[in-house]
């Protein structure tokens, strides 16, 4: 058995990870905590005033007060890895921030640890893109900062798209409103688009998008579940979670 652990803000998507455990396989435990999700909100609302949140309040500081109680429920359930299931409160403070969040982490869970904006530059990685589109229901302030974070992991952003929606808007989206982002984001120099925002159910959607753009699409709870493997170094083959679970060495499910 190999248990994965999940820190997710909040309560909009949290379903997407039960149902890509049930496609990955028995031997795949999802273990996730909720966490609480001010730092999103705090950045949306500081990007609405036209700024960011003050560097005292920047994640990395914040990250053991905020989630030592979730780190300390998933090393009790055994977890062999966590992974905190947030792109905006990684990606905003940019690359080196985010480092030291993880470092952070990884040091008050006793294991290893990632979040989803690294998720994101390693699925890039592992499908063998480099030139990629951002389809966001964020604001296109805080798109144009996970753009920025993209670049810093050398990428090629061609595009950014942001509707600016909220997460309990987006957390009622459907595959007809997912397609439609990822239309609309997408770009014809694009070799992959992603959808960063983890609030977006995406997981009983991904072979419906990959097919509606004839191209890889990578989304965050998608992403966030693959980086969890990657740190067991686990890799398998999920072909209804997506191009990104297609890659060898296969175990078949």
């Known amino acids: 058995m190999t248990a994965l652990g999940f820190l997710y803000p909040g309560h909009y998507a949290e379903d997407d990870y039960p149902r890509m455990e049930q496609l990955l396989g028995s031997d795949i435990r999802a273990d996730l905590v909720h966490t609480d999700d001010a730092e999103e909100a705090q950045l949306r609302e500081a990007l609405r005033r036209g700024a960011l949140p003050a560097a005292a309040e920047r994640p990395e500081s914040g990250v053991p007060r905020r989630l030592a109680a979730g780190v300390e429920e998933l090393r009790l359930a055994g977890a062999e890895t966590v992974v905190w299931a947030c792109a905006g409160g990684s990606f905003a403070h ?44 964020y604001p296109d302030t805080l798109a144009e900062l996970f753009a920025g974070f993209l670049r810093a992991g050398g ?32 770009h014809p120099d694009a070799q992959a688009v992603l959808l960063p925002d983890t609030a977006l159910h995406t997981a009983a959607y991904l072979p419906e998008l990959e097919k509606g753009l004839s191209k890889p699409v990578l989304t965050a709870n998608q992403v966030t579940m693959w980086e969890a493997l990657r740190l067991v ?6 072909p209804a979670l997506g191009s990104l679970f297609t890659k060898e060495p296969i175990v078949q499910v």
């Open 94 to 137: 940019g690359w080196e921030s985010a480092h030291e969040q993880v470092r952070a982490l990884a040091l008050a869970a006793g294991m290893p640890a990632s979040c989803t904006s690294f998720a994101f530059v390693h699925a890039v990685q592992e499908i063998g893109a480099r030139r990629v589109a951002v389809a966001a229901a």
């Open 233 to 238: 170094d686990r890799r398998v083959n999920a």
């Open 155 to 186: 990428l090629e952003v061609v595009s950014v798209h942001g509707v600016g929606a909220a997460p309990d808007e987006v957390s009622t989206w459907g595959a007809a409103e997912v397609l439609a982002l990822a239309r609309t984001g997408d």
